[in-house]
């Protein structure tokens, strides 16, 4: 059974990072594909970045160069590392298996997701 724990977000002023992570519940989580995704009110859900099980990582236009999506296959863990913090990265980040690797769906199963806000 799937089950995703994001955290990590909070609140924090332009040009300043976070690091969030994602505990995944699997045991064949090294062999696919995750992500981050995010949304804010009344816009559509976007995926952020993602990562291959073997490490390879793709991203959004709009985080590109400033933000790091890498995984630690032995602790079932994935982690979105944000620098350069933007008002329009406000969201709410949730995580995801990408069900067939990059550019499939993500799984109908999503936590709770953490809350980044940026402002000053």
């Known amino acids: 059974q799937l089950q995703f724990v994001e955290s990590g977000g909070g609140l924090v002023q332009p040009g300043g990072s976070l690091r969030l992570s994602c505990a995944a519940a699997?045991?064949?989580?090294?062999?696919?594909?995750m992500g981050w995704y995010r949304q804010a009110p009344g816009k559509q859900r976007e995926l952020v970045a993602a990562?291959?099980?073997?490490?390879?990582?793709n991203y959004a236009d709009s985080v590109k160069g400033r933000f790091t999506i890498s995984r630690d296959n032995a602790k079932n863990m994935v982690y979105l590392n944000m620098t350069s913090l933007k008002p329009e990265d406000t969201a709410l980040y949730y995580c995801?298996?990408?069900?067939?690797?990059?550019?499939?769906?993500?799984?109908?199963?999503w936590g709770q997701g953490t809350q980044v806000t940026v402002s000053s």
């Open positions: 995801n298996v990408l069900t067939g690797g990059l550019g499939s769906r993500p799984s109908d199963y």
């Open positions: 699997g045991s064949i989580f090294r062999i696919y594909a």
């Open positions: 990562v291959t099980g073997g490490g390879a990582a």
